[in-house]
């Protein structure tokens, strides 16, 4: 069954329920709404929706009164009775529904599938349980808005979306997960924390960094900085923008070009944002003649690139129009190329690991039946990324044809603490750009060859990698990660002196700290470094000043007691390590 093999994971009796109970939704607002047009109802990853076009807007409590209607149909057991109709009939039947009739015309058969159940009647080719008493446990979520068959420029209709599971345990779990993932929602705690913000009124999916969002970000660039020059890359700088001759040879204008933004005039010629840095890094190459004895070459860059996302996508930190990715491209010979993908993919895993991640998702991704290269690379290239990730002794799974069409790729997902997963990391062979800017190398036979082209990133985009930080840690970053480490909180003004000194002497050790020097309760203080999630609160009053000790509390409430001012300086140094 076609459709249901492309929801991963969902079974097929799963997914008849999550489709039986998208039609009961749409009877209930069919009885609230006789009016209402109904558009589309499909099954989807934990439940289902339909879109409607309605007199009015939804309200929460329409929600209840839908939810009421749907189980008395549930409990009246009515069958579901598929049949096939001709689509001048088709037409008939749906006379006054629109989007129905948009559909039939689009089918591309004689016939189209009708299915009742009760007095409702809907277009649908797919298959249901066999009764509405038949459907699990369900719950009406939300309500949204969704133009019809995505296109922003048709109607926008409302989405009720709901979730259903076999059992009510199985719903109360994912519930469950669901409100510690609002808990943990990177856009709230972007704000409580205030780490960052977005301006819609100055340019939607842009980012505004705020300190302590900036310090964390620096924390993991200097990381990133680190190993890649230990592990020998050489890091580069490259324009925000180019000629449009740039990338009409590397083939973003013929392929990519609805994600680029409109071209601004420089002197009479088109300029464009870069959407990618592997061309700027591909003239560096070319800046002067590689001889076989460089590579590989691997070049670096914390290159920041601009998107266009249409607005209805665009989600916080996870999908944003100006990000930075963490780039590289790797130049190498034929017979390196094995040996690179290899060390790539064990980079990738040290890097994720050290950020606290130790579940992984792995795919390689094949040759697409549209594809550049000839099959002997491609069958090449593959077996070498298999090869690799064998080597790491992780499971993979194969998205055949899910290759981009200039070489296959390995795509790595995270999971986080809730278990859900977040692709960052891609490995991708290029068979494409090479030959399009003609890169060559001078080979030990004194003849140019063309080098392999591998494009990585393991973090994927620093915005996106610094949401997921957020949400897996629920904003509580281990301490080598936190803004503020230790935030010293004086128990009368007279301390405040003190608090300063001491702070100043964890900064001097290079260590994160700030001084509470509100006149605020003592209590007030150590609840809102809590709230702060800051790891360590250090409160003195005239027994810490004569001991030279500070209090320690931390912000899951654990009461250290007196700890003396070097002490925990060492200790924090201790816990400031990656």
């Not at 006054?96 to 089918?107: A, F, H, M, T, V």
């Not at 058969?109 to 649908?124: K, M, Q, S």
Request: aromatic share 12%.
């Amino acid at each position: 069954m076609a459709e249901t093999q492309q929801i991963k994971g969902m079974d097929e009796l799963l997914y008849r329920q999550r489709h039986s109970a998208a039609h009961i939704m749409a009877e209930a607002v069919l009885e609230v709404f006789p009016e209402a047009k109904y558009a589309i109802g499909p099954p989807i990853e934990n439940g289902f929706y339909y879109d409607f076009d309605l007199p009015r807007p939804l309200t929460p409590e329409d929600l209840d009164a839908l939810d009421r209607l749907m189980r008395q149909s549930i409990a009246a057991n009515k069958p579901f009775v598929r049949s096939e109709a001709s689509k001048d009939e088709a037409r008939r039947i749906f006379a006054d529904q629109p989007y129905k009739l948009e559909l039939i015309d689009g089918i591309d058969a004689p016939n189209v599938g009708i299915c009742r159940h009760g007095d409702f009647t809907d277009l649908c080719g797919y298959p249901h349980v066999e009764s509405t008493g038949q459907v699990g446990e369900f719950k009406l979520m939300s309500i949204a808005g969704a133009y019809w068959r995505g296109d922003e420029h048709r109607q926008m209709l409302q989405r009720i979306y709901g979730v259903m599971f076999p059992t009510q345990a199985e719903l109360d779990g994912y519930l469950h997960r669901l409100e510690e993932a609002e808990k943990r929602d990177h856009r709230k705690l972007g704000r409580e924390l205030d780490l960052f913000s977005f301006h819609e009124e100055y340019g939607p999916g842009l980012v505004y960094w705020h300190p302590k969002g900036a310090r964390v970000r620096s924390i993991i660039e200097d990381f990133w900085r680190k190993e890649h020059f230990e592990g020998g890359y050489d890091l580069v700088y490259t324009p925000h923008i180019g000629r449009s001759e740039l990338w009409q040879t590397s083939g973003h204008l013929d392929f990519y070009a609805e994600n680029m933004y409109s071209p601004m005039d420089i002197d009479g010629m088109d300029y464009y944002a870069k959407p990618m840095n592997c061309p700027f890094h591909i003239q560096i190459y070319k800046s002067q003649v590689r001889s076989y004895r460089e590579l590989p070459l691997r070049l670096a860059e914390l290159g920041t690139v601009y998107r266009y996302e249409r607005s209805g996508v665009l989600h916080g930190l996870l999908r944003v129009r100006g990000f930075t990715q963490d780039d590289a491209h790797i130049f190498c010979r034929p017979d390196q190329v094995e040996d690179e993908i290899a060390r790539t993919l064990q980079f990738v895993l040290f890097i994720l690991r050290t950020f606290g991640f130790e579940e992984f998702d792995v795919a390689v991704s094949t040759q697409p039946a549209k594809a550049v290269g000839s099959d002997d690379d491609w069958r090449t290239a593959e077996a070498a990324l298999k090869r690799a990730v064998e080597a790491c002794g992780l499971s993979y799974g194969i998205d055949e044809g899910g290759g981009a069409f200039y070489g296959p790729k390995i795509d790595v997902s995270i999971k986080d603490a809730l278990g859900r997963a977040w692709q960052c990391s891609t490995i991708q062979f290029d068979f494409n750009l090479p030959e399009r800017f003609d890169v060559a190398f001078i080979g030990e036979d004194g003849r140019e060859h063309r080098p392999y082209m591998v494009h990585r990133a393991l973090l994927g985009s620093i915005e996106r990698f610094f949401g997921t930080l957020i949400e897996h840690y629920g904003g509580a970053f281990p301490v080598w990660l936190a803004p503020v480490q230790a935030r010293l909180i004086p128990i009368a003004d007279r301390h405040n002196h003190y608090c300063e000194g001491v702070a100043a002497k964890l900064r001097a050790a290079g260590l994160r700290a700030e001084v509470d020097g509100r006149s605020e309760r003592m209590q007030a203080k150590i609840r809102d470094a809590q709230l702060q999630k800051v790891p360590y609160m250090l409160i003195a009053g005239d027994r810490d000043i004569e001991a030279g000790a500070v209090s320690v509390r931390t912000r899951e409430n654990e009461d250290l007691g007196a700890v003396a001012v070097d002490d925990f300086v060492a200790r924090l140094k201790a816990e400031s390590s990656p």
